[in-house]
């Protein structure tokens, strides 16, 4: 069983930039690709980035292309996501997610999950 618990959301201006974390912790962490979903208020979930398990290579939703960056740290079992240029449509809760083996880009492909952090970008 692994569980993932997420920091770094918060309160930030439009154009502004936040860091997520997300620490693992119950499994081996090299084994699991890993992903960032969000959600926002009456929105589904939505996948945002992906990162293999070697941090080799890397998955983005168009709306993160250029703006984000997710990576990780096998050493420390946490994967980051870096947020730039935020907008006011990144407002959500997001999600760090875990799948053991290969990558996916869909909510439904993954094996565990965060309970999320906020993120709200005002105008």
């Known amino acids: 069983q692994v569980q993932l618990v997420e920091s770094g959301g918060g309160l930030v201006q439009a154009g502004g930039s936040l860091r997520l974390s997300c620490a693992a912790s119950?499994?081996?962490?090299?084994?699991?690709?890993m992903g960032w979903f969000r959600q926002a208020p009456g929105k589904e979930r939505e996948f945002v980035a992906a990162?293999?398990?070697?941090?080799?290579?890397?998955r983005y939703a168009d709306s993160a292309k250029g703006r984000f960056t997710i990576s990780r740290d096998n050493a420390k079992n946490t994967v980051y996501l870096q947020m730039n240029s935020l907008k006011p449509e990144d407002t959500a809760v997001y999600y760090c997610a875990a799948r053991f083996g290969t990558i996916v880009v869909t909510k439904d492909g993954m094996d565990y999950w965060g309970k999320g952090t906020l993120v709200t970008v005002s105008s």
């Open positions: 990162i293999i398990r070697s941090g080799g290579s890397t």
């Open positions: 119950g499994g081996t962490f090299n084994r699991y690709a």
